[in-house]
């Protein structure tokens, strides 16, 4: 079922500028210039280091507990929704956390303080995903700071809202920001990836991709085309990179996200649709995709439906 249009774009945080890390060590203030790393595309601004304890929330590396106690996890565009539930949900299971936005600012910090508050450290990062130079970036100072990258979750994407049948509204421009970072930018982190992962042994990719990827359907044409894609570049990562690297996505419905707001009505009936009673949490998601790495550890390739049984209908 197609979401109603609507007049606005909506974003999921796309990723590459330093905002903020926290270990467990006095408190102190580092500023730096900007990593050469992106010089071309980004505006001069010096990184922005804050480091602090946090009393007895902290557990020393090694030593604090949870099935990815030791591991690091990247979470693209995790200031809020499907992302923020996926960084806190790998924290509860000791993962140390880098937290991804463009623009959601304080939800970024709200979600980097919740995972924080479980023990982990975490690393705040702002910039553009489909930006592969800030991508880059992003990777090289969670492995100079956090010591390594073993979990990455592409979250961030975009839409605009166009009725299926409204071939006429699509631009160019609508193409090019949608593809660009939902598959793009995708395989822009998953490639950056790649070598730190094997340099710890392994590692797993989860794609965030989406039921309108395999129905059609879905916010516009160029989303469901973008999606799809997304999940074919899951498969293709995932018999390149075999044995050591899995890379795996989760194909959401709806989701009651910020993404859905003002469409309440629609998202009622959708649920009331399905076989499970109402459309997904944020939550619902990020405990496929934590799920991936602590117990469905001989999975890859494989695609994911959260969507209630909906697409059984």
Request: glycine share 12%; net charge positive; aromatic share 4%.
């Amino acid at each position: 079922m197609s979401i109603p249009p609507g007049p606005r774009i909506l974003r999921r945080a796309p990723c590459g500028r330093l905002a903020g890390v926290q270990e467990p060590t006095p408190r102190y203030t580092r500023t730096r210039s900007p990593d050469p790393i992106g010089a071309g595309s980004r505006s001069a601004a010096n990184i922005h280091q804050v480091v602090r304890g946090r009393g007895d929330h902290w557990k020393e590396r090694g030593m604090s507990t949870g099935r990815l106690a030791g591991k690091v996890a990247i979470v693209t565009g995790s200031a809020t929704g499907i992302g923020a539930a996926t960084a806190i949900g790998m924290a509860r299971e000791g993962a140390d956390v880098v937290i991804n936005y463009s623009r959601s600012h304080a939800e970024a910090e709200a979600t980097r303080d919740a995972c924080a508050a479980l023990g982990v450290r975490t690393l705040l990062v702002q910039g553009d995903c489909s930006d592969e130079a800030q991508v880059k970036h992003l990777v090289a100072e969670t492995v100079n700071v956090l010591g390594g990258v073993d979990i990455l979750v592409n979250n961030a994407g975009r839409t605009r809202f166009v009725a299926l049948a409204d071939v006429d509204d699509i631009t160019d421009a609508d193409w090019n920001d949608i593809l660009n970072l939902n598959v793009k930018g995708a395989f822009y982190a998953a490639r950056a990836v790649v070598a730190p992962m094997r340099a710890r042994g392994g590692g797993l990719i989860v794609n965030v991709a989406s039921i309108s990827g395999l129905t059609g359907g879905g916010s516009s044409i160029p989303y469901a085309v973008s999606k799809g894609a997304l999940i074919t570049l899951t498969k293709s990562l995932a018999k390149g990179l075999a044995p050591d690297i899995r890379v795996n996505a989760v194909a959401p419905g709806i989701v009651t996200t910020r993404w859905v707001a003002g469409r309440e009505d629609h998202v009622e009936r959708y649920g009331k649709e399905t076989p499970m009673g109402r459309a997904a949490g944020p939550e619902d998601v990020a405990g496929v995709i934590v799920g991936y790495a602590t117990h469905a550890t001989f999975l890859t390739g494989d695609i994911t439906v959260v969507d209630g049984g909906r697409e059984m209908r």
